[in-house]
Nanobody
């Protein structure tokens, strides 16, 4: 099982940007689905973005057009670019990896490897 470490979170004003990173050790993302989820205080963990092994990406409606998921060519780091941030984007952001079929990619239960999370706080 791979190990995941997120970084890049912080405090930013509304309208600002952040770039989150998810580094993998003990393996690569090759052949796997990489997803980002987020969890705000008092709320359930929610799907944010995913990149499949074939490079196709999917986003939640709340972040579509503002966030971009990507990965490097070595498939050992995934990125989540956060633009036009809003206070409601405040959450702990987690990356996750798994062998997940298309119909299940938005479900957190589908992923078996998780990072520890990185805090993103957006001030108004």
């Amino acid at each position: 099982q791979v190990q995941l470490v997120e970084s890049g979170g912080g405090l930013v004003q509304a309208g600002g940007s952040l770039r989150l990173s998810c580094a993998v050790s003990g393996g690569t993302f090759s052949g796997k689905v990489v997803a980002w989820f987020r969890q705000a205080p008092g709320k359930e963990r929610e799907f944010t973005a995913v990149i499949r092994n074939d490079g196709r990406t999917y986003y939640s409606d709340s972040v579509k057009g503002r966030f971009t998921i990507s990965r490097d060519s070595a498939r050992i780091t995934s990125y989540l670019q956060l633009n036009s941030l809003k206070p409601e984007d405040t959450a702990v952001y987690y990356c996750a990896v798994g062998n997940v079929i298309l119909s299940q990619i938005r479900r957190s239960e589908s992923y078996n490897s998780w990072g520890q999370g990185t805090q993103v706080t957006v001030s108004s």
